[in-house]
Structure formats: C-alpha cells, structure tokens
C-alpha cells in the first residue's frame, strides 16, 4: 500500500461575470412579463403572481454577491432566461472537456507533472454533458493521457468521492497518478426562472492531482483518510434524464432542472455534515480544534457558518472555514476544492485540514489531509 498525497489543483474561471443587480434586473423584467401575461388567472386566483426578487434577499438568502458563467446574454435575457450554448460537432473538443483539460493542465504545471505521469482521469460532476462516450474519456485523449478514465456523480459530492476513488486507486498500485476534474457547468441545469433559487448556482471547473507521496513536490499534502456517507433523500432534486425523451416529458416542466426544499436541506444536513467532520477526524485522532481549517461545499453561507459552529463549539473566522461563495455562488462539486486551491499556501509542515462537500443524496464525502 502506497502512501498517498494531493500535490495540486487547478482553477478554471469561465468569461464572464453575472452580478446580483444584472440578475434581478434580468428576473423582475421576466416576472413583471409573466405577470402581464397572465393578469387574468392571477386576478381570478387560479395562478400565482411570481414575486419580485431584489439584491438585498439573495445575498441575505445565500451570501452570494456574483457568479461566472459560461455565457451571460442567454441567461440576462427576460424572453429566454437560460444559458445560449452552440452546438459543437462531433469533431470538436466538448465544452465540459475543453475547460476540464484547461483546469487539469494548470494542476500538472504546478506539480511540476506531464501526461506521462498521469494513469487515471476522473470526472466527477453533478451533471454529465452526455452518456457517452464518457466525458474523462475524451478529457484523457486530450491530455494525452494513457490508462484509464471514467464518468461519475454524486451531485456536489461528486469531488470528494471522485478524491476517494482516485486515493484508492494509487493507494493498492493500480495507478501512479490520477487527475480528477470538476467541470460544472450548472448554468445548463439551474431554474433561471424560479425566483428562490435563480441566484445559487455558478459555472467553473477544478482539477485535483492525486499520487502516490513518494512522488508529490514539496508541500503537497499527504491525505490521512477519506469517508464517505450516503443517505436517500428527494430534497434536493433533478428529473431530466435520457428515459424524458421515452416519457413524452416537456423539457420545460419544472422537475426538469434543479430544484430543492431548501430549509429541509438546512435542517438535515447541517448536523449530518457536522458530525461527518468530526467522526472522521475522531478515526484518525484528532479534534476540530486540531483541524486547522475547514475547506467545505460552498452552497450557502448560513450552513457554512452553523456546520463550523457545530465542530468548533464558537464561530468560525474567516481563516478557519474560508469563503469563497460570495465570488463563484455555488459551483456544485468544485465549490470545496476552489476553497482549498485559493486557501492552503499558509499551511506549515505538519498542519491538519478538512475538505468537506455535500448535497443532493444525501451525499457527504471529506477528505483529511496533512502538509508534508
């Protein structure tokens, strides 16, 4: 059994940048649309008026001040309100792949790493641009990668679980080296028009390298264990799928995109995250207050701040449990590793931290890590 270290990770940032004033502009134009629309059924009570949002509420909400998107006209635009993609040919690079291998080549350049040490891709998403041929697949060949490669989701867990796949595989020998990557392009699958959750979600993708210590740079951190915990919940929720089509489903039907019973989210899965944390750190010999920082999912600032206050027994400063939601809203399965890529060069030899995802599942995966 090889020792095993995350010697990297890489950051792709998209284009462009969509405020909470250009949002709300964009939103309260389509509800004052609809609205106009529809005056009579909501006159008569047979439907309901769909409410004004504002800034003051999303960032009271969620904490979120922007987010970066692949594409901004679509989504701004009160008669469309979602992303404007091209199609791509079959003879072009995919968007999920393109900016996966943009975020992976930065992780292999900070390792001082190439393609020849690399055997395994990953890649772990909350949704896959198409069934197949997989996603890591195509990443791989891009790269220039030999061995293997696959496809998973665990929703916004998918990184941590994706870290433990990869931690497994150069654990037992099967692979030197393992790229993961997270290309969430969750602007494709957010209800734009669904003024509760219009604001949440941003577009990004990260790259974690995984390989065995023996060969990580100096610095990198050696992963003490990882822990993984599932639990079935319709809380939070996505229906679209290749059987819509066989069903006759409209593509616009609300279950068709994200959706979410958010204070339910809240409730159940704040105590569950927290005690995930705590657990796995109790199985290797520490205590939160060892822990010297908490890179965790990036969904909403309230949980962040209770789940912390839960472990630490106090509130977390911006040091311990560092935020980066205000900037990139919630990215899905990247939001704790962004967390941990911009938060981690002031870790000193022999430092202890914890990223932590969670979400839709219920799904909670953690990594513990040490700097070497």
Request: net charge neutral.
């Amino acid at each position: 059994m090889y020792p095993v270290a995350i010697s990297s990770t890489g950051l792709f940032v998209p284009p462009h940048v969509i405020t909470n004033a250009e949002l709300v502009v964009a939103f309260n134009a389509f509800a004052e649309q609809e609205n106009t629309a529809h005056a009579a059924e909501i006159a008569a009570g047979t439907r309901q008026a769909i409410p004004m949002s504002s800034v003051e509420f999303i960032e009271k909400a969620s904490g979120i001040k922007r987010r970066y998107v692949m594409e901004k006209e679509g989504v701004l635009d009160p008669k469309r309100m979602r992303p404007r993609f091209k199609a791509r040919p079959d003879t072009e690079i995919s968007m999920m792949a393109e900016i996966a291998v943009a975020a992976a080549r930065q992780a292999l350049e900070r390792a001082g790493k190439t393609a020849a040490d690399v055997d395994g891709v990953i890649c772990a998403a909350s949704n896959i641009q198409r069934a197949y041929p997989a996603l890591a697949v195509e990443i791989q060949g891009a790269l220039g990668i030999q061995g293997f490669a696959f496809d998973m989701n665990v929703a916004c867990s998918s990184a941590t679980f994706g870290i433990e796949m990869a931690v497994n595989a150069v654990k037992c020998g099967s692979a030197r080296a393992v790229l993961v990557v997270d290309p969430e392009i969750t602007s494709g699958h957010l209800a734009w028009k669904d003024r509760d959750c219009h604001f949440i979600f941003g577009d990004v993708c990260t790259a974690t390298l995984v390989e065995r210590l023996e060969n990580a740079p100096p610095g990198a951190f050696e992963v003490l264990g990882t822990r993984l915990l599932t639990s079935f919940s319709n809380a939070i929720r996505n229906n679209a799928g290749f059987l819509s089509r066989a069903e006759d489903r409209d593509p616009d039907e609300r279950d068709q995109l994200f959706y979410q019973e958010g204070r339910r989210v809240f409730k159940e899965v704040c105590p569950l995250a927290a005690q995930h944390i705590s657990g796995h750190l109790a199985s290797l010999g520490y205590t939160p207050a060892q822990a010297r920082r908490f890179w965790l999912h990036q969904a909403n600032l309230s949980m962040n701040q209770l789940i912390a206050r839960k472990l630490l027994g106090r509130d977390a400063t911006p040091e311990e449990a560092p935020v980066i939601l205000d900037e990139f809203a919630n990215t899905s399965s990247a939001g704790s590793i962004i967390a941990f890529h911009r938060y981690n060069a002031d870790f000193k030899p022999g430092d202890v931290g914890v990223i932590c995802s969670f979400g839709a599942g219920y799904s909670i995966g953690s990594v513990v890590v040490r700097r070497t």
